[in-house]
């Protein structure tokens, strides 16, 4: 008989899973073993767990291993190649739904199937089962018209080690659903169906392909050619990414965060994380989602529960439009995008069939059928390792939770709509919840879960509303109505201040209050400390609104042009006329202010789906930014010479990304000078005379500042991957995130380095990530010498205004003291206290 193996992160859900398979079966004698958790007891998976399980049900007829994602199917891989050949052969590694693929295959073995038939039985448990005829149904959603046009297909063998799932799929559907033509994609070696490209329910539960397999993708329609081309060019590419693998490397997903609310009354004040400057002090409003829990009742007419579904999504389609257009409004689009991947969901043909089948197949109510549907594919995409698909379940809970609402007759609480100005409480927001808020009322924000990079956190700094994040259970405990006062720099939050508390928040409020009022209206003049030493703060921008926005906030010039913008969300690579008509526009927009345009930086986090890279054990540490311009000249020539081209007349600069050593510079500087002397024999006019610079962001580049100095005109210190390399630290992990310090002595003592290297040799150095805006970095980094500082636009106001508060002495004997000092707690500490002896 087929044995089953099961392993799982959790030992409890293994065993649970082997069980409910066992007692599913026709047999007491099953072969079936558990491979959860780790010896501890801790959430992890064992090899030898995994090995003594599939010992103890191993035989001649094979054995099947199912496996939740992440670290679970690379240990097991791991195991199956430490094992001889012939054994290896007779055990197969499943991507069947855990509990559903369990008890199929169970069945399938106790019925004495063989191991194909087995891993088919698991591996098709979740196709919709057939809806009874003796019911009076809804007719079948239309078909779409078959598209005019060529159809064009080819097969291809899937190269990374995690397949066509998780990110690779969702990538896979993005770059589909980009095209007009009908796409399906079908796994040949396994003999399915083929599925809807376009549908990420589709490809995620049936499309899916492990690693060597062969997939089928088929195009119709008169862009079936460019179609097959951009996918065939992903998937050849290996998606971008290998399992587990980012930096620093994940073997599992982060575990699910769980709140403990402690009884009684709520403290008198709570330690959280600072995630926006600024104080606010008003009453809670406590947001708490309506429970929306449902039981499963029979029905009599399943038809009219379809109905009902069917209106409830014609409803929740008509909120999102409303809502989209108000968000845009009074945001911004991109912000308004949010809701896209929403209306996307309820357009899903998959998840529509899957819930109306379920309501014709299990004759019961449309509210069970829509919480089962989304509760399953939330479960499956919180299970991913990959953060983009994680993020996504998030959208998927928010899509059910609309329609629950709409079904239940809910009204959903509205933070569109507050009754007073009052500061936010909630467990957290999602992107949704937050693009929502009432900013006209909204005084600050307070979650008890979330890190500094949170969406909250993102949003609040964007829109400059005071937020604390990570506060724990602590501040759930808090009513509506009663008064907090919070301060978004130091994470502090009072909960029912006395009123000499109320009054010092009031008075700190209203000092900052001034300060900004006054930074707005001297933001045209430039940064002059108290005793003369003049700095440049300039922009970090992406396109031509945001070059706009510096201008208003009173940017010297623009310290980083993102050229990314032109490169991602499309299919092919933008060529050199669109680059020169986007770079010459934001170049009108600067006049003669100095435009730092830096060259295409990818790789890593920022995969283009067009772009075969190649499969790398870790994209961060591999072909990016330089490193991939430098083998792509198709890439990186027409880019310099649409930059050259758009410098005629206004002041712009070149800067190289991610630079480790000097040969890197030297062949930069060669392409360059390539370029110029193309456009010279094209007769084509180009700016000549163009300082050129790098971005150090390796500590290799900033410990060899000194060699690397005489070959630039200036260096740019990009803190944000300079502090994440010398730390060895993903500041997108919650896990680790609290070792993610820009103060890091380490980190400071690299930027003294590179500061005294350029100096030295006469050049200018500026810095351009997010601590160049920072309040607690601006004095030490003026202190250690820096020229320029590059920002978000709505940060140089505050900056300028500080800096010309300064005293360079003072703010270099800072920066002598705060090296000397040996951890980020201490230098955090000294700088606070210079900035309230400041204010004093």
């Known amino acids: 008989m087929v044995g089953i193996v099961v392993v799982a992160h959790s030992q409890e859900l293994a065993q649970g899973v082997c069980a409910l398979a ?58 199956l190649e430490m094992l001889s050949p012939e054994r290896r052969e007779r055990i197969r590694l499943s991507n069947a739904p855990l509990v559903e693929g369990a008890i199929a295959a169970a069945v399938a073995a106790s019925l004495g199937d063989d191991l194909d038939k087995v891993q088919h039985a698991a591996e098709t448990a979740m196709e919709l089962p057939k809806i009874p005829q003796e ?16 159809s064009r297909s080819v097969e291809l063998i899937v190269p990374n080690p995690v397949g066509l799932h998780a990110r690779p799929a969702a990538l896979f559907v993005q770059t589909a659903v980009q095209f007009k033509s009908k796409i399906t994609v079908q796994n040949v070696s396994q003999n399915r169906q083929p599925v809807d490209a376009k549908s990420m329910m589709q490809v995620a539960s049936q499309g899916t392909a492990r690693q060597g397999e062969r997939i089928r993708i088929v195009a119709q329609g008169d862009d079936a050619d460019e179609a097959i081309a951009a996918l065939r060019a992903l998937v050849e590419a290996g998606f971008g990414e290998m399992e587990g693998v980012t930096a620093p490397p994940r073997l599992a997903p982060p575990p699910v965060l769980t709140l403990t609310v402690p009884s009684g009354p709520p403290p008198s004040r709570v330690q959280g994380i600072g995630a926006s400057e600024g104080y606010a ?82 004759r019961c109510n449309a509210e069970f059928a829509v919480s089962e549907i989304i509760s399953q594919w939330v479960n499956r995409f919180e299970g991913l390792g990959d ?180 490169y991602l969300e499309r299919t092919t690579l933008p060529d050199e006329e669109e680059q020169f008509a986007a770079y010459r526009a934001i170049a009108e927009v600067m006049g003669q202010r100095p435009l730092i345009v830096r060259t295409l930086d990818v790789g890593g986090d920022k995969q283009l789906p067009y772009l075969d890279i190649g499969p790398e054990l870790n994209p961060f540490l591999g072909v990016r930014a ?19 081209r758009a410098g005629v007349g206004h002041n712009v600069k070149i800067m190289f990304p991610m630079v480790a050593t000097r040969e890197e510079i030297l062949r930069a500087r060669e392409a360059l000078d390539q370029a110029r002397r193309s456009l010279e024999a094209d007769g084509v006019p180009f700016a000549d005379q163009v300082e050129v610079g790098i971005m150090v962001e390796t500590p290799a580049a900033a410990i060899a500042a000194d060699i690397l100095a005489p070959e630039v005109d200036f260096f740019s210190i990009g803190s944000n991957d300079l502090t994440q390399y010398t730390l060895a630290v ?39 990530g997010e601590m160049a805006g920072q309040r607690m970095a601006i004095p030490i980094l003026l202190g250690l010498g820096l020229d320029e500082f590059s920002m978000n636009p709505r940060a140089i106001p505050l900056a300028k205004h500080l800096i010309r508060q300064l005293e360079y002495r003072q703010a270099q004997a800072l920066a002598q003291e705060v090296l000397a000092l040996r951890d980020v707690a201490e230098v955090e500490a000294r700088i606070s206290q210079f900035l309230s002896d400041l204010e004093a």
Not at 53 to 79: C, F, K, R
């Open 22 to 79: 066992s007692q599913m079966s026709a047999r007491a004698d099953l072969p079936i073993a558990a491979a959860g958790g780790l010896e501890d007891g801790s959430l992890g998976t064992s090899f030898d767990r995994i090995q003594q399980a599939v010992d103890a049900v191993y035989s001649d007829d094979g054995v099947l291993v199912l496996m939740d994602l992440g670290s679970a199917v690379m240990t097991t891989q791991m195991l």
């Open 135 to 150: 019911a009076p149904l809804a007719p079948p959603m239309e078909a779409a018209p078959a598209p005019a046009g060529p």
């Open 281 to 362: 002090i008003a009453p809670a409003f406590v947001y708490r989602r309506p429970d929306l829990r449902v039981e499963q009742r029979p029905v009599d007419d399943p038809q009219a529960e379809i109905n009902r579904f069917r209106q409830a999504l014609d409803v929740a389609s008509q909120q999102l439009d409303e809502i989209q257009q108000r968000v845009s409004a009074a945001a911004d689009e991109q912000t308004g995008r949010i809701f896209e991947f929403h209306r996307m969901m309820l357009e899903d043909a998959e998840l529509l069939r899957a819930v109306e089948g379920k309501i014709a197949a299990e």
């Open 387 to 566: 953060e983009l698909m994680r993020a996504r379940a998030a959208d998927v809970r928010d899509v059910g939770h609309r329609l629950l609402a709409i079904l239940m007759g809910v009204e959903q609480p509205q933070l569109s709509r507050l009754p007073e100005p009052v500061i936010v409480v909630a467990d957290d927001l999602v992107p949704s919840e937050t693009a929502l808020l009432d900013r006209e009322r909204v005084r600050g924000l307070c979650t008890a879960l979330g890190g500094s990079t949170s969406h909250t956190a993102i949003l609040a700094r964007m829109w400059g509303i005071p937020a604390v994040v990570g506060l724990g259970g602590a501040i759930l405990t808090v009513s509506s109505g009663i008064t907090l006062a919070l301060d978004g720099e130091t994470g502090v939050v009072e909960i029912d201040p006395s009123p000499e508390t109320v009054n010092a928040y009031r008075t700190r409020q209203e000092r900052l209050a001034t300060v900004q009022a006054v930074a707005m209206e001297r933001t045209e003049e430039p940064a002059v400390t108290r005793d003369g030493r003049q700095v440049e703060v300039v922009a970090n921008i992406g396109d031509v609104d945001s070059a706009q926005e510096a201008i208003k906030y009173g940017a010297e010039g623009v310290g980083l042009l993102r050229t990314e913008f032109l």
């Open 626 to 644: 330089i490193r991939l311009c430098l083998e792509r000249p198709d890439i990186f020539q027409p880019q310099l010479r649409a930059i050259l």
């Open 730 to 768: 993903d500041r997108g992990n919650e896990r680790v995130g609290y070792l993610y310090h820009a103060l890091d002595p380490a980190v400071l003592r690299l930027i003294r380095t590179v500061i005294e290297a350029g100096h030295a040799a006469g050049k200018w150095v500026g810095v351009c």
